[in-house]
Nanobody, 121 residues
Framework: QVQLVESGGGLVQPGGSLRLSCAAS????????IGWFRQAPGKEREGVSC????????YYADSVKGRFTISRDNAKNTVYLQMNSLKPEDTAVYYC??????????????WGQGTQVTVSS
């Protein structure tokens, strides 16, 4: 069964850090681009970051550039999102998804259940 499971969310103070994990099962992560997305209450889902399988190239939303880092550990079949200097506006449910064609095609699927990130003092 193809599955992506996010973990690592929680409550953190502004300026703090969290590392999210996206663990894949039922398929080999090596062959897929993996994207991180987030959805805040009352807002549309937005793309946060993505990492390609072919060359490891990465993409970031302007709002997180310089603060978030995406990486993948194919041996563990897991993609990570290191989030530093967190801001209250980063509060959202974070999801990961896979794309067979790459980060820029917009055909993501196999969405995980999400993990809540709350940035608040």
């Amino acid at each position: 069964q193809v599955q992506l499971v996010e973990s690592g969310g929680g409550l953190v103070q502004p300026g703090g850090s969290l590392r999210l994990s996206c663990a894949a099962s039922g398929f080999t992560l090596d062959y897929y681009a993996i994207g991180w997305f987030r959805q805040a209450p009352g807002k549309e889902r937005e793309g946060v970051s993505c990492i390609n399988s072919s060359d490891g190239s990465t993409y970031y939303a302007d709002s997180v550039k310089g603060r978030f880092t995406i990486s993948r550990d194919n041996a563990k079949n897991t993609v990570y999102l290191q989030m530093n200097s967190l801001k209250p506006e980063d509060t959202a449910v974070y999801y990961c998804a896979r794309d067979t064609l790459g980060c820029t095609t917009g055909s993501f699927g196999s969405w995980g259940q999400g993990t809540q990130v709350t940035v608040s003092s």
